[in-house]
Structures are given as structure tokens and as C-alpha cells.
């Protein structure tokens, strides 16, 4: 789950924070990375786990509707579609998220109030009101249902993206990327694997992983070679006026062009552009492409990028 996208955006951010501090030690940097990365997984569980809340706040709401002094007839005979949602029941017993939330617990307790509002939303919906209108849905109208609700009304929902942000640093670059990988798992389901459904892992193999401690290791302990490389090619600006973050940014894709052989070149200068876009000023795409493009024709040159 945890793609490389994902991955060089920590390193950038990582890389950065290296060189704020005065006290650095690289072991630590390490273990802060994975700490960050196993945050953004633990992203898409509590994502998983919204949904199975607002279930569980209908229920609560029925259960109190029919409890009343005097329930009226609706009060007792509820739509019960959500509660018996074939999907949901599913996920609730899902092997691999009851673990995950036995070994890290995770609830959404203290934002009570937003997980009712939204429930409130969802209920005066089209898409409830559709679903409603089913006589007995199957389990792919069920599973249907909720990637409609978590398209419309959970992903970029700026009210939950507030919430994440307050809860945990690491969450504010990760929401749109896990939210999209939540998407990819509701469709994923099969009645048939019931609570052995396979959740995303937090690594699709063990190269990733490495990819992203080596990537650390080399930006940081090469910075001699890749700011020589990035000085030279700036003769044109004064190169203590570039701006902290396209250097950090350059430094990075230099050291993934220079060390990843499997990796394209375009596909490296692409990824780092588009960070650029979103991380530093309005002009760092621009100018990061122009400085890498002339780095890499160069390295190319000199046949010092040997790519498989």
C-alpha cells in the first residue's frame, strides 16, 4: 500500500528535517522514516474503521429510536439495510483488521460528533434513499453502496482532512493517496474470501521497503557528489539563494537517478517535478526540471547511469 510515490515524498520531507537539526544520527533519521511510513498505514485503517463506526452509530441510533418511552411505528420498524449490510458485516469480522487494530487500537471516539454528522448526511442522501428502496440487496449492491458513500462523502471531505491533521503529523500528505487505496480495496472484496478477505499490505514486497531506506541512506551520505552536481549546473544563479527545499528535492532525485538502475530516468525527473509543484514555490517545477535535464544529459555523457 505504501507506493513509492508515497515513499519519496517522506524521504524529501525527511531529508529535510535532516538538515534543521544539529544533532543528527542517521539510525534515528531511519527509524523515523519507517515510524512515518507505518503512520500513512495506519491511515488506511482508521479509513476502514470510519466506515465500520458509522455503521455502528446507526445501530446505536435504532437501538435508541425503539427504546423510546413511545416509539412511533417507524421508531420500531426501521430500515435495516445498513445494519445488515452483507459488506459490512464482512469487514467487521475481517481477520486482518481485527489484528491490526489488537496490535495498534485506533478508534474515532474523541470526533464522535463528526462521525454523526456524516452519518446524518449519508442517511438524507440519493444514494441511502436508492438503497433503501431495494427490496433485499445482494452482497454486490451492499459493497456497491459503501463505494459510493465513501467516494461521495468521505473522500476529500476537507472537514476530515482537518481531523486527520490534528490527530497526526504525518497524516496530511498521505490523506488523498490512502483514501484512494481504501477505494481499491472496497471493490477488491469477494463475498467468497469472507473474513479472510486479504486487506492491502503495508508493503506490496520487500523491495520497496529497501528502496526507501536505501534512497535515505544514499541522499544523505552522497550529498558531496549530488550538490557538486546541482552547483554546477546552477553557475547561472547563486547557488545560496536556491531555495532549501528544490535543493533537498534535487539532491533526492539525483541520488534515485544515480542508484536505482531499474528505475527509468523520466519516470524518477517526473516524480521529483511533480513533489516540486506541490512542496516548494510556484516556479520550483520549472526550475527543477531545467537543472536535472542538465545534470542527467551530462551524466549520460560520461555513461555514469547504467539503467537496466
Not at 245 to 269: G, H, K, N, R, Y
Amino acid at each position: 500500500m505504501i507506493n513509492r510515490n508515497l515513499i519519496r515524498i517522506r524521504i524529501v520531507q525527511i531529508v529535510y528535517s535532516w538538515y534543521q537539526n544539529t544533532n543528527n544520527d542517521l539510525r534515528k533519521t531511519e527509524k523515523e522514516l519507517l515510524f512515518g511510513l507505518q503512520k500513512s498505514y495506519d491511515l488506511y485503517y482508521y479509513h476502514l474503521l470510519l466506515m465500520v463506526d458509522l455503521t455502528r452509530a446507526y445501530e446505536n441510533r435504532v437501538e435508541a429510536k425503539r427504546n423510546k418511552h413511545l416509539p412511533s411505528h417507524d421508531d420500531l420498524n426501521p430500515n435495516t439495510h445498513l445494519i445488515n449490510n452483507k459488506f459490512m458485516l464482512q469487514l467487521r469480522e475481517n481477520e486482518q483488521l481485527k489484528k491490526q487494530l489488537a496490535e495498534r487500537p485506533m478508534m474515532w471516539n474523541a470526533d464522535n460528533s463528526f462521525v454523526k454528522n456524516l452519518l446524518d448526511k449519508i442517511l438524507a442522501s440519493e444514494p441511502y434513499n436508492d438503497y433503501t428502496d431495494l427490496v433485499s440487496p445482494t452482497y454486490e449492491q451492499d459493497r456497491e453502496f459503501w463505494r459510493k458513500v465513501f467516494k461521495k462523502f468521505i473522500y476529500l471531505n476537507e472537514e476530515l482532512d482537518d481531523i486527520l491533521e490534528d490527530e497526526c503529523i504525518y497524516w496530511n500528505d498521505d490523506v488523498e493517496i490512502v483514501q484512494t487505496f481504501v477505494l481499491k480495496t472496497i471493490k477488491r472484496f469477494s463475498e467468497e474470501k469472507g473474513a479472510l478477505q486479504p486487506l492491502l499490505p503495508m508493503f506490496k514486497d520487500d523491495e520497496d521497503k529497501e528502496f526507501a531506506l536505501k534512497l535515505l541512506h544514499e541522499t544523505i551520505l552522497n550529498e558531496k557528489i549530488y550538490r557538486g552536481l546541482i552547483k554546477k549546473h546552477t553557475d547561472k544563479w547563486d547557488f545560496d539563494r536556491i531555495a532549501f527545499m528544490d535543493l533537498i528535492i534535487m539532491q533526492v532525485a539525483l541520488s534515485e537517478i544515480l542508484t536505482f538502475e531499474s528505475i527509468p530516468t523520466s519516470v524518477s525527473l517526473n516524480e521529483y517535478i511533480e513533489i516540486a509543484k506541490s512542496y516548494s514555490t510556484p516556479k520550483s517545477g520549472t526550475f527543477i526540471n531545467g537543472i536535472l535535464d542538465s545534470i542527467v544529459h551530462e551524466i549520460k555523457e560520461e555513461n555514469r547511469i547504467f539503467k537496466n
